[in-house]
């Protein structure tokens, strides 16, 4: 039973009702719009690569959809007496940035007195109703193709405990700021049908919601093929492992079968909660070796991670 009325109107092309990155409205035959917002708390210490991680984390949603971003607005909570108006500059400053390297218009926004600060955006899109990417457009034979390494969950969570490497925490950072913009271009131009992003439920979880919404398909992943920020099965190993990696991990363990035994600190880095994660990209086989040349040379980290099968469906394979 949903919690919220579900409302049905022939122009709600995507809605609540199938969750998926953001809502898509039809305006017209030509154009729909796409709307999203995402807000979070401070996930590294420098306001101003805050404001852009934040940005870039929102404006992924648009992305995910196969759409480009036209306005967004801010969402700011912040505690002005105790952090001084400087801080918040910084991290607005930093969301400016990834609004404008977006190619889109920042148009306004709302802020609130509140003790802990929280910033993101709500962004508007658009995208031709028949180029939507769903979650549930993928094919037996698909091969998934994730655009950034793994890692920023854990690494976040141990830079709270003052406990990451410099080079561990810049890489994240790298990651972190980098908009999916030129990923989706590169999903648009070889046409593909299905994608998201990978934020709060992990690699296995977004995944997993993928084959749910496809009801043709199980997948396989490539334990060994996926890649991970250097430096983070470390910290994992140190315990520095986020809550939600741990309940994504239960969720997803009824539906997880696993070949041989694999690693346990993999599997929670596997279900380990991104920021401004990459796309996940369901690409058809003859278009593999393509994608991953044209999104190289993006300066992007592609790996193709594992592949739709008609087996096992609903089912995600994990092979070591
Ligand atoms: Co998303
Ligand atoms: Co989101
Ligand atoms: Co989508």
């Given at each position: 039973?949903?919690?919220?009325p ?11 009702e ?17 709307q ?48 001084g108006t ?13 609004v ?118 199980g997948?396989?992943f490539f ?11 470390d ?32 599997l ?10 990459g ?30 099968t ?11």
């Amino acid at each position: 039973m949903p919690l919220l009325p579900v409302q049905a109107d022939e122009n709600l092309l995507v809605g609540t009702e199938i969750p998926d990155d953001a809502a898509v409205y039809r305006l017209n035959k030509e154009l729909a719009l796409i709307q999203t917002v995402d807000f979070f708390p401070p996930v590294v210490d420098d306001p101003y690569y805050y404001g852009q991680i934040a940005a870039a984390n929102a404006l992924s949603d648009v992305y995910a959809m196969g759409g480009k971003p036209l306005t967004a607005m801010n969402i700011v909570c912040f505690p002005c007496k105790l952090l001084g108006t400087d801080v918040l500059v910084e991290i607005l400053r930093g969301g400016a940035a990834k609004v404008a390297e977006a190619g889109a218009l920042l148009v306004g926004g709302h802020t609130i007195n509140d003790n802990e600060p929280k910033y993101g955006l709500s962004v508007t899109g658009i995208v031709s109703p028949e180029k939507i990417w769903t979650k549930g457009g993928v094919k037996p034979g698909d091969r998934f193709i994730l655009t950034k390494p793994l890692g920023t969950g854990i690494i976040t969570t141990a830079l709270k405990a003052d406990m990451v490497p410099a080079p561990v925490l810049e890489e994240a950072i790298h990651w972190m700021t980098t908009l999916n913009k030129e990923a989706a271009e590169v999903a648009r131009e070889l046409e593909i049908k299905a994608c998201t992003d990978i934020t709060g439920f992990g690699l296995l979880g977004h995944a997993f919601e993928m084959i749910r919404e496809s009801d043709e398909c199980g997948i396989v992943f490539f334990a060994g093929s996926i890649p991970i920020i250097e430096g983070t099965l470390d910290l994992a190993g140190q315990g520095l492992v986020p809550g939600g990696a741990v309940s994504n991990r239960e969720y997803l363990l009824p539906n997880l079968l696993m070949q041989k035994k694999v690693d346990p600190l993999l599997l929670d880095l596997f279900c380990d909660p991104q920021t401004s994660g990459g796309l996940l990209l369901a690409v058809p086989e003859e278009k593999t070796e393509e994608a991953l040349q044209l999104l190289r040379q993006k300066g992007l980290n592609p790996a193709i991670v594992g592949k739709a099968t008609s087996e096992n469906k609903g089912k995600i394979v994990l092979e070591s």
